[in-house]
T-cell receptor, first 112, second 113 residues
Framework: SQKIEQNSEALNIQEGKTATLTCNYT??????LQWYRQDPGRGPVFLLL?????KEKRKERLKVTFDTTLKQSLFHITASQPADSATYLC???????????FGKGTRLSVIA | EADIYQTPRYLVIGTGKKITLECSQT?????MYWYQQDPGMELHLIHY???????EKGDLSSESTVSRIRTEHFPLTLESARPSHTSQYLC????????????FGPGTRLTVL
């Protein structure tokens, strides 16, 4: 079955630095890869989607890359702020009628 | 703000009770999902549906059941609640086809005593 790994359970960085989160998967590549943000006690919220034929996608301070050769996606938050502190989930999105496959998430703490 | 609603938001009940967690969405989405998530832990898919009268079991073995009689409504029922069912339950929906974001409800925090 498909396995998805996010680099670490927790990541602490200083305010103003760039946070980089990693999502690795095994087996076959998805058609799309999605990133979500989850705050404690709340449901995840969609942030970005990148297609298999796209190398990079940006949205404001967020940047996602997708390397199907390495079977890896990187999620960057530039000029990080304490308000960016949350858990970030990656999800694999395959064509056809299969549910999204979510990673366990990385808990990001941005320290002022 | 996503148009997906869950009730109740919090529920404390005794062992052996039958409960139904409600989930409704007003976006006309065909795909709906139920997840179980303990604090600080990963999401576990327990049930999903791709349309009216369609339901499938997810990855996590569950003693719950679901029904999909209307597109907008996807309730989850526990016939006999146990302390091991204590968790957060998240409902989600999505447009059919790939390349689309998934919308999550606010969740129901269930405590079984």
């Amino acid at each position: 079955s498909q396995k998805i790994e996010q680099n670490s359970e927790a990541l602490n960085i200083q305010e103003g630095k760039t946070a980089t989160l990693t999502c690795n998967y095994t087996n076959y590549s998805p058609a799309y890869l999605q990133w979500y943000r989850q705050d404690p006690g709340r449901g995840p919220v969609f942030l970005l989607l990148i297609r298999e034929n796209e190398k990079e996608k940006r949205k404001e301070r967020l940047k996602v890359t997708f390397d199907t050769t390495l079977k890896q996606s990187l999620f960057h938050i530039t000029a990080s702020q304490p308000a960016d502190s949350a858990t970030y989930l990656c999800a694999l999105d395959y064509r056809g009628n299969t549910p999204l496959v979510f990673g366990k998430g990385t808990r990001l703490s941005v320290i002022a | 703000e996503a148009d997906i609603y869950q009730t109740p938001r919090y529920l404390v009940i005794g062992t052996g009770k039958k409960i139904t967690l409600e989930c409704s969405q007003t976006m006309g989405h065909d795909k709906m999902y139920w997840y179980q998530q303990d604090p600080g832990m990963e999401l576990h898919l327990i049930h999903y549906s791709y349309g009216v009268n369609s339901t499938e079991k997810g990855d996590l073995s569950s003693e719950s059941t679901v029904s999909r009689i209307r597109t907008e409504h996807f309730p989850l029922t526990l016939e006999s609640a146990r302390p091991s069912h204590t968790s957060q339950y998240l409902c989600a929906s999505r447009v059919a086809g790939g390349n689309n974001e998934q919308f999550f409800g606010p969740g129901t925090r269930l405590t079984v005593l």
